[in-house]
């Protein structure tokens, strides 16, 4: 029943700004930790930032200092502010819902959006 909607993506040019948003619908009763994950082709997927629901935030250090992601509770709203893009930030791009509770209590361990494609060229 639940469901991760994400939106955002596209191309920019190096050097440009581009927001993710995702939104996690269905019967929630809460969402412990929120974050975005990336896979280049070939490429294992990893971690970006995630935030839990109390605030606290966890980056990549590939992208700290330039990508801030921030979140809705009230929503179940994640979202991700990426500035001074890179041509290696190129990926798809995945929302995630860890530790997500249903209405009837039930602990879902993780939940995957379908995922946004970035591109940055050069």
């Known amino acids: 029943q639940v469901q991760l909607v994400e939106s955002g993506g596209g191309l920019v040019q190096a050097g440009g700004s581009l927001s993710l948003s995702c939104a996690a619908a269905?019967?929630?009763?809460?969402?412990?930790?929120m974050g975005w994950y990336r896979q280049a082709p070939g490429k294992q997927r990893d971690l970006v930032a995630t935030?839990?629901?109390?605030?606290?935030?966890n980056y990549a250090d590939s992208v700290k200092g330039r990508f801030t992601i921030s979140r809705d509770n009230a929503k179940n709203t994640v979202y991700l502010q990426m500035n001074s893009l890179r041509p290696e930030d190129t990926a798809v791009y995945y929302c995630?819902?860890?530790?997500?509770?249903?209405?009837?209590?039930?602990?879902?361990?993780?939940?995957w959006g379908q995922g946004t494609q970035v591109t940055v060229s050069s």
């Open positions: 995630n819902a860890g530790g997500l509770i249903t209405t009837s209590l039930f602990r879902l361990s993780s939940v």
């Open positions: 269905g019967s929630i009763f809460s969402i412990n930790t």
């Open positions: 935030i839990t629901s109390g605030g606290s935030t």
